[in-house]
């Protein structure tokens, strides 16, 4: 499976962006999804995690209440709503994929990445 991040940008603190990961192929719906990020100088952290179906979700506790992540195998994408943003947030985001049924929480999980899209919330 191929993944495809969008939807970053520049927000200001207390704001809201939705990215999406859209991925190519027919077995969308065979991958567990997850969301990681990366700050400048740190190394990538795991973000949220959503089961095959949707059914099951997780996160990181520093995004917990703030984050939502959703998927739609009709449409081979998967979503990471983040509201009330705050300055630590900024990082580049990646969309993953890992074959199984378990929630995955560590980057070694993950057997495929999308490219990653910046976002920057500015105080």
């Known amino acids: 499976v191929q993944l495809q991040a969008s939807g970053g940008g520049l927000v200001q603190a207390g704001g809201s962006l939705r990215l999406s990961c859209a991925a190519s192929?027919?077995?969308?719906?065979?991958?567990?999804l997850g969301w990681f990020r990366q700050a400048p100088g740190k190394e990538r952290e795991f973000v949220s995690a959503?089961?095959?179906?949707?059914?099951?979700?997780d996160y990181a506790d520093s995004v917990k209440g703030r984050f939502t992540i959703s998927r739609e195998n009709a449409k081979n994408t998967a979503y990471l709503q983040m509201n009330s943003l705050k300055p630590e947030d900024t990082a580049v985001y990646y969309c993953?994929?890992?074959?199984?049924?378990?929630?995955?929480?560590?980057?070694?999980?993950?057997?495929?990445w999308g490219q990653g899209t910046l976002v920057t919330v500015s105080s």
């Open positions: 192929g027919r077995t969308f719906g065979s991958y567990s």
């Open positions: 959503i089961s095959l179906s949707g059914r099951s979700t």
């Open positions: 993953a994929a890992k074959v199984g049924i378990r929630l995955g929480y560590e980057v070694d999980d993950y057997g495929y």
